[in-house]
């Protein structure tokens, strides 16, 4: 008769895309097709969108059979700093960091600074790097020497002659 008296635990039923928390901790997970995607900061939590009113709050017993996968990121094309460090990088399609390589980069692909979320060194340390950005193809770019180069698929293809500058009909005011 006794059981009776102890309030029976509600099991929560679990769907693809929920948020839930475990029960007496504090961490978010995004549930995608059966693996868990802990969610590691606010700031992504409000990147993503997510709204507090929408996490369920669950047992242990609950997620037993899901697994553990990446962290779940920043969206692709979100600038983000670390604190006290100068370097800005882009989130790019994968969810990894790749370094935005010179102000005049930044510039040339028009982003804006206060665009660029500031985000701590946890955070970083759990996001892959990718190599750096780099001007893309297309562009005219020039050292503190003389020769102009085109940027060609990740390579610098100089420019050695002016009659061939003019052939192509480049414009010096593109020059990066």
Request: proline fraction near 4%.
């Amino acid at each position: 008769n006794q059981l009776e008296y102890f309030p029976k635990e509600r099991i929560s039923k679990i769907n693809n895309n929920d948020l839930i928390k475990l029960r007496g901790r504090d961490n978010v997970y995004l549930v995608k097709n059966g693996v868990l995607h802990e969610i590691l900061s606010r700031q992504i939590f409000r990147a993503q969108g997510f709204e507090e009113t929408k996490i369920k709050e669950v047992d242990l017993y609950s997620v037993k059979s899901y697994t553990l996968g990446q962290p779940l990121s920043y969206l692709p094309g979100t600038l983000v700093k670390i604190l006290n460090n100068d370097k800005i990088y882009l989130i790019d399609k994968k969810g990894a960091l790749s370094h935005v390589s010179s102000l005049k980069l930044f510039e040339k692909l028009g982003f804006q600074w206060e665009n660029i979320l500031i985000i701590g060194t946890r955070e970083k340390e759990m996001l892959p790097e990718e190599k750096p950005m780099l001007f893309p193809a297309g562009t005219l770019v020039k050292g503190s020497g003389k020769t102009v180069y085109l940027v060609v698929s990740e390579t610098l293809k100089p420019i050695r002659r002016m009659s061939i500058f003019n052939a192509y009909k480049f414009n010096w005011d593109d020059v990066v």
